[in-house]
């Protein structure tokens, strides 16, 4: 084994120098008590990097450009947020990565409020409320059904998925009937879909639901 | 139609902080290692793991988010035994993947498992351990005649109890002082959140010697020793503070109790360098009489209740879960500054005579933002891992020096950090 003349201490493994006092160690290495492993540093920040400069570069050229032809319109401030748009979404896929059905969920958040803002910036012909959020809503559950039984999640994780996406059913509802969305047919279908689906839920696995209803609401 | 019936527990009253304050930084995990004669065998690992998951079946739970808690639900995924690839104490829980609170690893003759605290102490870690690593003897070696009964006769309702809810409401004549702010350990971290990780031996016999000879026991004086370490590093400024150490304490020992879950409380013990000088024969005598007092009856019935009149707050109850996970996150900012460095002793461990001739060693440590100094003795081995997330190692050079000044043979083991150092 390994020894440090100045801390008057014998050091396991084969290292150079002593772990506590840096100096220099005397005499035969022994095996190592435990293995090296590589911090866990960012892998793939270079891609990120590259792809962050290469937006930011859009973002600057546009305005660049949009400054020199001032007759052309505003429009380099519909690239900025179209820009700002595909960060937000890229950064929510990479925090949540590692569960593709939070993915759907939180995704469908965003890109609500998303759609809606850019509707309301590019003047407010409801196309978002009338046709996107609900579009979306569905496409969401869709995906749902058919990924759980894929990937078999869960029945009770679905559920809780499905009860987040009858939230924003809920308040579509609620601004169709306060006279905000102009064509109902897709927030009605959206609401039946949810509705149909939830019911399903309880009448096939309704003990277990409720049971997953009780843990989740314990206080 | 198979209907599966999912069973779910709370989490118990010690439990509930752990998620809410789990960081990168500190995630909360704790290891225990084994190391044998011979190189592992995986397979026999697996089988062993398997086998012991049987007896302890709340260790198959994951954890969930609720509204208003976390609670543990049974799952069927079966740990995987793999070789040690990551770093001691990295997170194991994620909140979207699901996946078991502990982890079972390998490298060449050690045997490592590493829990997230939510599932348990230590004392009930080193239960699932023990139990563990004979059954992996038994297996491998096959000299031992039957896996025999660990003297842990416990039933899986007393293995799953929430010791702190019974013996809640005991009152207690009076509350203790507010603690005031500690010297806090500064200097640069470790890069990636890594832990630096330093594993001292000494022969437990001549340390006791040592103990016997100051009339204290070992904890109050690797404590003493610790604190001196500390001093030793403090500047005239920094001594305005006072050194503050926090000990666990396993509340099995006060009230009888089998829960294979958290049963643990905190205690503080103080020294303060402003007023005297300090050295290792100095500091003994205070600490004792510290230890002494915070070991009392009333001071333990406190703690129990402490955990629980906050949690059995109605206002708190009905808080939802991200709004307590702040809270929670700004309440243990605050108390950790009360405190300077943690030391626990898990004290001696035992294994049936036949397996114990087939390991040399055992070792524990647990993740800590800050100074953890853990202790386990096996046999005639005394160890005692300093964790830490400061780059700087000088405290740990201090204790391991003193000791060595002692007398006692001291045989340290470091976890590198980079290629360089092997």
Wanted: net charge positive; with cysteine.
């Amino acid at each position: 084994m390994k020894y440090c003349e100045r801390c008057n201490l014998k050091v396991r493994g084969n290292r150079e120098r002593c772990p506590l006092c840096q100096g220099l160690l005397k005499g035969e290495g022994s095996e190592n008590p435990f293995p090296f492993v590589l911090g866990t540093y960012q892998k793939n920040s270079l891609f990120f990097r590259i792809l962050l400069l290469c937006t930011i570069t859009v973002g600057i050229v546009s305005v660049a450009v949009n400054f020199l032809l001032p007759k052309s319109g505003k429009w380099s401030l519909f690239v900025i947020a179209g820009i700002g748009c595909f960060w937000l979404n890229l950064v929510l896929v990479m925090y949540k990565r590692r569960n593709i059905f939070k993915i759907f969920v939180w995704e469908l958040f965003l890109i609500s409020a998303l759609c809606v803002l850019w509707d309301f910036a590019t003047g407010w012909n409801r196309w978002s409320l009338d046709y996107a959020v609900p579009i979306l809503c569905m496409a969401v559950m869709a995906t749902l059904t058919v990924t759980s039984r894929i990937f078999g999640v869960a029945p009770e994780s679905f559920l809780i998925y499905l009860c987040l996406v009858l939230l924003l059913n809920i308040a579509m509802f609620v601004s169709l009937l306060m006279g905000l969305v102009m064509v109902a047919l897709p927030t009605v279908l959206s609401a039946c879909m949810n509705l149909v689906l939830l019911t399903a839920l309880l009448i096939f696995r309704g003990r277990e639901m409720l049971a997953e209803l009780h843990r989740r609401l314990h206080m | 139609m198979k209907i599966k019936q999912t069973q779910w527990v709370k989490l118990d009253k010690a439990a509930r902080i752990f998620p809410c304050i789990s960081s990168k930084r500190d995630p909360n995990v704790f290891r225990f290692a084994c190391e044998l004669m011979d190189p592992v065998e995986p397979d026999f690992l697996q089988k062993a793991v398997d086998q012991t998951l049987e007896e302890f079946p709340l260790w198959g739970s994951v954890l969930k988010r609720g509204l208003f808690w976390y609670f543990l639900e049974s799952s069927s995924l079966k740990p995987k035994v793999q070789p040690e690839t990551k770093v001691p104490c990295a997170p194991i829980y994620d909140r979207d993947v699901r996946k078991l609170l502990f982890e079972v690893t390998y490298y060449q003759n050690r045997i490592n498992l590493e829990v997230y605290h939510v599932l348990t102490d230590g004392t009930g870690a080193l239960q699932f351990f023990r139990s563990l690593v004979t059954c992996y003897l038994y297996l491998r070696y096959q000299d031992i005649e039957e896996i025999p009964n660990l003297g842990y006769d416990a039933s899986r309702f007393e293995q799953a109890a929430d010791s702190f809810q019974k013996y809640y409401g005991k009152q207690c004549s009076q509350k203790p002082p507010k603690a005031p702010k500690a010297y806090q350990l500064r200097g640069g971290k470790n890069p990636d959140n890594r832990f630096s990780v330093i594993e001292g031996t000494v022969p437990l016999d001549q340390m006791l010697f040592c103990c016997k000879e100051k009339k204290v026991s070992l904890t109050v004086m690797l404590a003493s020793i610790l604190m001196n370490a500390i001093g030793m590093e403090m500047s005239h400024k920094d001594k305005e503070r006072p050194v503050v150490l926090s000990v666990p304490i396993n509340l099995r020992h006060y009230f009888p109790s089998e829960s294979a879950r958290n049963f643990f409380s905190l205690m503080n013990v103080r020294y303060d360098f402003s007023s005297e000088n300090g050295n290792v024969e100095e500091i003994l005598g205070p600490l004792k009489e510290q230890f002494k007092k915070g070991l009392s009856e009333d001071e333990m019935i406190y703690r129990v209740n402490q955990f629980m009149t906050i949690l059995q707050n109605p206002i708190t109850r009905i808080t939802i879960l991200p709004v307590k996970d702040f809270f929670m996150r700004l309440g243990y900012q605050v108390v950790s500054k009360t405190e300077t460095a943690d030391i626990s002793n898990l004290g001696p461990i035992d294994l049936p005579e036949k397996a114990a001739s087939h390991v040399k060693m055992f070792d524990v440590f647990a993740s800590k933002d800050g100074l953890q100094l853990c202790l386990c003795s096996f046999k005639n081995v005394l160890t005692m891992t300093f964790t830490s997330s400061l780059r700087n190692t000088n405290i740990q050079k201090n204790f391991f020096r003193t000791l060595a000044g002692m007398g006692l043979p001291v045989t340290i083991a470091a976890v590198p950090f980079s290629q360089e150092e092997l």
